[in-house]
């Protein structure tokens, strides 16, 4: 709607921004480097962050930079994974059909990942997101999944991806300890700062095809205000903005609009 009048050839701010064009922070170059790392060397690592933060969207740029001739990615986003769907999933999308019983389908799962290794020469990299909402019983099933040959080595490369509340409510606990004690490597996403929040409007913008500024330097001080620089706010209060700015037939956003637009369609 608003694009024609800000002679935009996409929507800018939307979830399916191909991965070359998303934007990246700081922390988001670190936590890609130390991803890459976690493959190769196929590592246990646990990437936080608050919800909105960009955790799925982090995944979404590791997946396309793995090189498939080298990786298998597993992907699995399933709050209720219990062990069994764990192998079940895994195996799937290995392209086998899971034996029945829980230790059947985990040992199947080992053979398979050293066939994969020993004769396809390919490294599994396997990630599961909305790793906050993981049971107990799933948690503790990676430390015997990571026990693998005593602990002499890893099968596969693991990461978790979580709300802030997987360290707070589970990792950090004592009865976690054995699992949190193979942890290699720890990535946070922060919240984007000023400056940073500036740069992610203005990359999505120009994935838009709008070169000019659109929002004023008050304007975008007002949205860092509103939304702490958390991604997802940070999209819907833009789009709405432009929504807003389109109405009222102005090509410039200022704070007032920011604001009014704040506190009249954000809901959270
Ligand atoms: N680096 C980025 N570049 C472009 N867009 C981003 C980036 N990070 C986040 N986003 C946008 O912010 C939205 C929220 O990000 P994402 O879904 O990755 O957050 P999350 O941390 O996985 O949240 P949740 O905890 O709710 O699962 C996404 O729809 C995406 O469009
Ligand atoms: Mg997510």
Request: overall charge neutral; aromatic content about 12%.
């Amino acid at each position: 709607m608003y694009e024609q009048f800000f002679e935009m050839t996409h929507t800018p701010f939307t979830r399916d921004v191909p991965p070359e064009a998303l934007y990246e922070s700081p922390a988001m170059r670190d936590a890609l480097g130390r991803l890459a790392y976690v493959a190769d060397r196929q590592l246990f690592a646990v990437v936080t962050a608050d919800a909105g933060c960009g955790k799925s969207t982090l995944i979404r740029k590791f997946a396309s930079s793995l090189p498939k001739e080298k990786y298998i990615l597993l992907y699995l986003s399933d709050s209720k994974l219990t062990p069994r769907w764990f192998y079940r999933g895994c195996l799937d999308q290995l392209g086998l059909e899971a034996r029945f019983y829980r230790g059947d389908a985990k040992r199947q799962l080992q053979k398979e990942i050293e066939i994969v290794r020993g004769i396809q020469h390919k490294y599994v990299v396997c990630i599961l997101d909305e790793a906050h909402l993981l049971e107990k019983e799933m948690l503790e099933e990676f430390r015997f999944l990571l026990n693998y040959r005593f602990d002499s080595m890893s099968p596969m490369a693991l990461v978790l991806a979580g709300q802030t509340e997987l360290w707070e409510n589970k990792l950090r606990l004592q009865r976690y300890a054995a699992i949190r004690q193979r942890i290699d490597i720890n990535c946070v996403l922060p919240h984007l700062d000023r400056s940073e929040t500036e740069q992610y409007i203005k990359s999505h913008l120009s994935y838009a095809g709008c070169s000019r500024d659109i929002f004023s330097d008050k304007a975008l001080d007002e949205v860092f205000k509103v939304t702490t620089g958390i991604p997802r706010m940070i999209n819907r209060i833009c789009e709405k903005s432009l929504m807003y700015s389109f109405q009222q037939q102005k090509r410039i956003i200022d704070d007032y609009m920011v604001k009014y637009v704040a506190e009249h369609e954000m809901l959270a």
